[in-house]
């Protein structure tokens, strides 16, 4: 016991380990502070319906903009935020920016009612108990209709197919907002998850439509993916789109809606608000 003791007295001094916590508790700080200090920006990026390229909603996709570094993206810090915890806090602001941003844009424009707002949730705020409550108050306090809210969430964390899970998304449906599967395809998951839980949309992970007009396998995939989530009658998005011909392709394929650079890249709501200002109501 003494030596098991001793060993575990040496983990705890372990220098290299030392370093890893404090730098983390350093980041962990910083992240903190800026969320303080209102560094964090949203940027939306349009998705939009296939055929004829309107726009049919935005995805809200969270920037840093860092005093020396510059505007940092998500990547960057994302992994981060979940790491310590940050991302509850985070991202329940970016969901209130979100859903504040969708209430101007509907006050100012008519079609803005017909636009949804696509925002990400992490697996450790979808574990977070707070979380139905808070997307509730959100809703309630910004006077949005739940309906236009996209809740994207990650195969991993259906993955973790527990009753819980189950229970939290049930009760996210049950405000009203949509359920959508993000980066779709990447998983391993079995596709029987897909019939037990209550989603609306399957979004093609960029990695295949890529490939979707060189690898031949690129294409098949996400044509079994459209066709998936035509026989479970799920809408389609394919993310990252950059090139004419991969916008045909997946029209071929039956795919719906879509979004990437070639549409638009992600910016500030200021030209969202010049492409609902240019739209006709109908
Ligand atoms: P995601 O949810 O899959 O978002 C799509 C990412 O693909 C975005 O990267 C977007 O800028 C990028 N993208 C869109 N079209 C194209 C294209 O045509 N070509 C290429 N190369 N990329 C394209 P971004 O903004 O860097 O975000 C990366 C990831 O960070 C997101 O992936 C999401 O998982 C995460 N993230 C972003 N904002 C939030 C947030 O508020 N909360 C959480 N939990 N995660 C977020
Ligand atoms: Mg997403
Ligand atoms: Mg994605
Ligand atoms: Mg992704």
New binding site residues.
């Given amino acids: 016991a003494a030596k098991a003791a001793g060993r575990d007295r040496y983990a705890l001094f372990d220098p290299a380990m030392y370093a890893d916590i404090l730098r983390e508790a350093d980041d962990r700080a910083e992240l903190e502070q800026a969320l303080a200090n209102d560094e964090f920006a949203?940027?939306y990026?349009p998705i939009v319906d296939l055929p004829t390229s309107r726009l049919i909603g935005v995805?809200?996709?969270?920037?840093w903009e860092h005093p020396v570094r510059g505007l940092v993206?998500?990547?960057a810090f994302?992994p981060l935020?979940?790491s310590t915890g940050l991302?509850v806090p985070?991202?329940r602001w970016?969901?209130r920016q979100a859903c504040e941003q969708l209430a101007r844009w509907c006050e100012e424009f008519p079609t803005a009612e017909r636009i949804r707002m696509?925002?990400?949730?992490?697996a450790?705020?979808f574990q977070h108990e707070g979380l139905v409550e808070e997307v509730g108050q959100i809703l309630a306090e910004t006077g949005i209709n739940p309906h236009q809210v996209v809740l994207?969430i990650?195969e991993s964390l259906l993955m973790q197919d527990t009753d819980s899970t189950i229970e939290t998304l049930g009760r996210l449906k049950r405000l009203g907002v949509r359920l959508a599967i993000?980066?779709f395809g990447t998983g391993y998951s079995s596709l029987s998850y897909l019939k037990r839980f209550p989603v609306d949309i399957l979004?093609i992970?960029?990695s295949f439509?890529d490939g979707i007009d060189t690898e031949h396998g690129d294409a098949t995939l996400a044509e079994a993916v459209v066709q998936l989530g035509r026989a479970l009658q799920l809408q389609t998005v394919a993310?990252?789109?950059?090139t004419q011909e991969q916008w045909s392709t997946l029209q071929d394929l039956g795919c719906e809606f879509g979004?990437?650079?070639?549409f638009a890249?992600?910016g500030a709501a200021e030209a969202i608000s010049t492409i609902l200002g240019d739209a006709k109501p109908e």
Wanted: proline share 5%.
């Fill in positions: 949203v940027h990026q995805e809200a996709l969270v920037r993206g998500p990547n994302i935020a979940e991302i985070l991202g970016v969901l696509n925002v990400n949730l992490s450790r705020q994207e990650t993000d980066d979004k992970d960029r439509v993310e990252g789109i950059e979004q990437g650079y070639l890249r992600p």
